[in-house]
Nanobody, 121 residues
């Protein structure tokens, strides 16, 4: 399974960005896909995840109401729409795939290369 993330960039606070993750080689074992982020000097943290079948979603508290995750089964892509961005959202964002819809970093088996999101104040 390979994941290719794209869509990062520089945006002002209050702005929006859309991150996309293309998943190739997906198997039935990869039931969920998610986004994580890692800011400088901090641990990688969960942002949002979605199940391929059914579309059930999970969000971190910091993402609720501002971010939306959705998948396109036909195209094998997972998108994270980020609105009302804040400087504290600045991080490298990673997409990941795993067998279960979970919050934990260790629950995901496959990872993309990361894309940098910078939010200026």
């Amino acid at each position: 399974v390979q994941l290719q993330a794209s869509g990062g960039g520089l945006v002002q606070a209050g702005g929006s960005l859309r991150l996309s993750c293309a998943v190739s080689g997906r198997t039935l074992d990869n039931a969920a896909a998610g986004w994580f982020r890692q800011a400088p000097g901090k641990e990688r943290e969960f942002v949002a995840a979605v199940r391929w079948i059914g579309g059930r979603t999970l969000y971190a508290d910091s993402a609720k109401g501002r971010f939306t995750i959705f998948r396109d089964n036909a195209k094998d892509t997972v998108t994270l729409q980020m609105n009302s961005l804040k400087p504290e959202d600045t991080a490298v964002y990673y997409c990941a795939a795993g067998s279960f819809l979970r919050f934990g970093v260790r629950e995901y088996d496959y990872w993309g290369q990361g894309t940098l999101v910078t939010v200026s104040s």
